[in-house]
C-alpha cells in the first residue's frame, strides 16, 4: 500500500521499497527520530527511544541491503513494548519496582533482528501490565493521537500511539486480557492476537498462567501477517492477505460474558451492525449467534489467572516496595490463589472452551463489538481504588479476556469513530489456530473500506 511519505506506508511496503533502493534505512529511521522528537513530548508512547544503538543498526542493514542481501524486515524500524526485555535495556512493566538492564533480548525480539528490523524503542504500558488505559506514576500518561484528553488504551497503549501517530511502522504488543486488541480499536489500527504458542514469550512463558500472547500492531494486515512470518518461521501467512476468501459462516454477537457489567454503547453497536451487512454484500453468509459462554467463566478461569498472574510478575521484582497501591491490591488478592488451585484451573481449561468454541461447528468466524464504550479520559482513574477501577474497565472492554482463555486467535479491523473522535472497531474471533482465515477477511475488509490512509490530528 504506497503513501506519499514513508512512514505511513507500513511495515511491508518499507521492506519493499528498501530493497529496491527507493529508500535507506538510515533515512527511513532519521525520519522516525525526527517525528519522535516533535510529538512524543505530547504522546508519550515510548518509555526510551534508542537513537543511537537504532542509528547504528540502521547503517549495518543498509550495508547489507547494498550487499544484495534479503531479509523480510531488513532496515524496518520496529518499537517494543516494555514488557519484553531488550539487551542492555531494563524491562520496567511501567513502574520504578523494576530490576536492572538485562543482558539478553527476548526470543521474539532475537528473531526480529534476525530478520533484518532495527530496534527503536521501548513503548510505554500501565504498571505490571495492569490496565486498558497507559498512565503510570513512575512515567506519566500516555495519551492517543486521535484525541490527547483520552487514553489510546492499554496495555499496549505506546506502541498503539506510536504507530497511529507515524512515530513507527510496526510495534510489538502483548495479550493477556484484551491488551493488543483494545488499543489498536481506539487508535485505529489493526491488531492480532495470535494463537497461545505462535509467537514466543521467552523468557517470560506461560505468563499469566497461560492467557499472555505476543504479537503486532500495525497499519495494514500485510504487516502484521509479515511479522508472524518473521517471528514464528512459518509460511502462509503473507499469501492469506491476497488470498480471495470463500464464502463464510460469520455470526454476529454483541452478548456481554456473564459476570460481567456492561452496555454496548450506539457507536459500537452501530459498528458491528454496519459491518454484518457489508458482510453480506461481500457474499458471506451472516447470522445472528451467540458464543455459549460458561455461567462462571471469567471466575474460574479468567479472573483468578489475571490476579496470580499479577502476584507471580511482583515476586520477580527486586522493589515490590515502589509498586503504587492499586497494584500492591492486584497482587494480594493474587496471593490468595494457591498453586493447587490455579493447577485444577488449568485443568477445567478445556472442558470451559469445549463450550465457548461449539459455534465454530456451524460458523467459521465470529464478530463482535470491538469494545462496549470508548477509552477512559486521561487521569480518569487516579483517584481509584483496584477494585473500583477494574468494575469501570471491564464495563468498557468485555469481548476479549475470555478469547486469552480459549487460547484461539482474534483480531481488531478499524471501523468508525465515536463523538470524542476515538476509532471504533470490529472484533473477529477466530477457529483455534486459524489465523489465516482472520487475515484472509480482514484484508478482503480492509481493500473494500481501507484505513491505513487515515491520520489521527497528532501525525
Not at 508472524?228 to 460469520?250: D, S
Not at 454496548?264 to 454484500?281: H, M, W
Not at 453468509?285 to 462462571?296: A, G, K, L, N, Q
Amino acid at each position: 500500500m504506497g503513501t506519499s511519505d514513508p512512514v505511513f506506508a507500513g511495515a511491508a511496503e518499507q521492506a519493499r521499497m528498501l530493497a529496491a533502493g527507493t529508500l535507506t534505512a538510515p533515512d527511513l529511521l532519521e525520519r522516525y527520530l525526527d517525528r519522535i522528537n516533535r510529538l512524543d513530548p505530547t504522546l508519550r508512547s515510548y518509555r526510551v527511544v534508542l537513537a543511537d544503538s537504532a542509528r547504528a543498526e540502521a547503517a549495518a542493514a543498509q550495508a547489507r541491503l547494498d550487499a544484495g542481501e534479503r531479509l523480510p524486515l531488513l532496515g524496518v524500524p520496529i518499537a517494543i513494548k516494555d514488557d519484553v526485555d531488550v539487551a542492555g535495556q531494563t524491562t520496567t512493566y511501567g513502574s520504578a519496582a523494576h530490576g536492572p538492564a538485562v543482558s539478553r533480548d527476548a526470543e521474539v525480539v532475537r528473531r526480529l533482528r534476525a530478520a533484518g528490523a532495527v530496534i527503536l524503542g521501548k513503548t510505554a504500558v500501565p504498571e505490571m501490565l495492569l490496565w486498558p488505559f497507559a498512565e503510570t506514576v513512575t512515567f506519566g500518561a500516555t495519551r492517543n493521537p486521535w484525541n490527547v484528553d483520552f487514553t489510546p488504551g492499554g496495555s499496549s497503549g505506546g506502541s498503539a500511539a506510536a504507530v497511529a501517530a507515524g512515530l513507527a511502522p510496526l510495534a510489538l504488543g502483548s495479550d493477556g486480557m484484551g491488551s493488543i486488541r483494545i488499543p489498536a480499536t481506539w487508535c485505529g489500527l489493526f491488531g492480532i492476537k495470535p494463537q497461545r504458542d505462535r509467537v514466543p514469550l521467552s523468557p517470560h512463558d506461560d505468563a499469566w498462567n497461560g492467557l499472555c500472547v505476543n504479537g503486532p500492531i500495525t497499519r495494514t494486515v500485510e504487516d502484521a501477517a509479515l511479522f508472524l512470518e518473521a517471528v514464528t518461521g512459518e509460511t502462509g501467512f503473507v499469501a492469506a492477505t491476497t488470498t480471495e476468501p470463500t464464502r463464510l459462516r460469520i455470526a454476529l454477537s454483541a452478548k456481554i460474558p456473564p459476570g460481567l457489567v456492561s452496555r454496548v454503547e450506539k457507536p459500537q453497536r452501530t459498528a458491528l451492525a454496519e459491518a454484518g451487512a457489508f458482510l453480506r454484500e461481500l457474499g458471506h453468509d451472516v447470522i445472528t449467534r451467540d458464543f455459549d459462554y460458561p455461567p462462571t467463566v471469567m471466575f474460574d478461569q479468567a479472573l483468578p489467572r489475571y490476579f496470580r498472574g499479577c502476584y507471580d510478575d511482583v515476586q520477580t521484582l527486586p522493589h515490590p516496595e515502589r509498586l503504587d497501591s492499586r497494584t500492591k491490591s492486584f497482587a494480594r488478592v493474587g496471593a490468595m490463589i494457591s498453586d493447587r488451585r490455579m493447577a485444577a484451573i488449568r485443568a477445567a481449561e478445556h472442558k470451559a472452551a469445549q463450550r465457548i468454541l461449539a459455534i465454530f461447528d456451524d460458523v467459521d468466524v465470529v464478530l463482535t463489538p470491538g469494545t462496549a464504550r470508548g477509552p477512559s479520559r486521561i487521569g480518569g482513574y487516579q483517584r481509584r481504588g483496584m477494585l473500583s477501577t477494574l468494575l469501570s474497565v471491564a464495563s468498557r472492554v468485555p469481548f476479549q479476556g475470555l478469547f486469552n482463555v480459549t487460547g484461539q486467535p482474534a483480531a481488531v479491523v478499524p471501523w468508525g469513530f465515536d463523538r470524542n473522535g476515538i476509532p471504533t472497531s470490529v472484533h473477529l474471533v477466530g477457529r483455534p489456530h486459524d489465523e489465516a482465515t482472520l487475515l484472509t477477511l480482514s484484508a478482503q475488509i480492509e481493500k473494500a473500506r481501507p484505513w491505513a490512509h487515515r491520520r489521527p490530528p497528532v501525525s
